[in-house]
């Protein structure tokens, strides 16, 4: 485990001290995958991130999972810290020896709001740069939602928003983090997957995300299970919803992140 931040971290202060860290699962592969783990920006869900670091590291495919800031805290630190993981990851590349320009974040719930964060706001100045590492492109080349947290609006979950915006966000701020309505022809490709009978984050979400990125004609898969309640991580207690993992691998296969070989044994830090 090693600190994102080296030197001064943007937006703590006396009260608020909470130092964010990343983990690294090295494996031999071409692209890397950076994890946020789930939780309504409330806390952490740890079947949502340690976990998907051992699997992804296990199926050859390098990994980093991030303890990023949540409540207390209010945007944008949660999404300095998702920008600051990619450049970090980007930054310490030919250490693990992965492309640059192979680099995917990846969410589950609130986590996969702030990877899709990053996702659309990475030309946005959301700190001052503080070191070397603030030098290199936060921009992720592939996105990865799970049952994402999509909307601020009318298909919200209440408990994201806010947390992470407060008990009265203004409409700007709520248009703002409805990422739907951030994305544009510079938005990168996408692989999604969500349950239909989700009672906490509505379906809706992966689907108004998803229409996005068709109406500005960039790729994406798409997954839509017909049960299954929030939360289900690798979802071993459903097969059929299972499935979403063996399809993303393909996926990550297909874009060039995994190569034939071997998986690293032991987590790391960059």
């Known amino acids: 485990m090693a600190e994102l931040w080296e030197e001064k971290i943007p937006y703590n202060d006396a009260e608020n001290t909470y130092v964010p860290q990343i983990m ?13 783990p789930g939780g309504g920006y409330g806390m952490k869900a740890d079947h949502e991130g340690p976990v998907i670091g051992e699997w992804l590291q296990a199926a050859g495919i390098t990994a980093f999972v991030v303890d990023y800031r ?18 970090v990851v980007r930054y310490f590349s030919d250490k693990y020896g992965f492309d640059t320009d192979r680099i995917a974040v990846m969410g589950f719930s609130a986590g996969a709001h702030l990877a899709g964060s990053v996702s659309v706001h990475y030309d946005k100045e959301m700190y001052e740069q503080t070191d070397r590492i603030d030098r290199e492109s936060c921009k992720p080349n592939l996105t990865i939602l799970c049952y994402p947290v999509v909307d601020m609006g009318e298909n919200r979950h209440d408990g ?22 951030q994305v544009n022809e510079n938005t990168p490709e996408a692989f999604i997957w969500h349950t ?30 017909p049960m299954g309640h929030h939360g289900l991580g690798l979802s071993g207690e459903l097969p059929y919803v299972a ?18 070989g071997g998986s690293g044994e032991n987590a790391d830090s960059p």
């Open 160 to 181: 994201s928003r806010q947390n992470l915006l407060g008990p009265r966000p203004t409409e700007r701020m709520k248009d703002l983090m409805s990422l739907h309505k």
């Open 243 to 260: 499935k979403w993992g063996d399809d993303l691998k393909a996926w990550l296969k297909m874009k060039g992140w995994k190569e034939c």
């Open 196 to 225: 239909s009978s989700d009672n906490a984050v509505p379906v809706m979400n992966s689907l108004l995300y998803a229409q996005a990125l068709a109406q500005n004609n960039i790729n994406f898969e798409l997954h839509i299970y």
């Open 70 to 87: 949540v409540a207390p805290y209010r945007h944008p630190a949660e999404l300095a810290d998702a920008m600051r993981a990619v450049k």
């Open 24 to 36: 690294a699962y090295p494996a031999n592969s071409k692209g890397a995958v950076i994890v946020f």
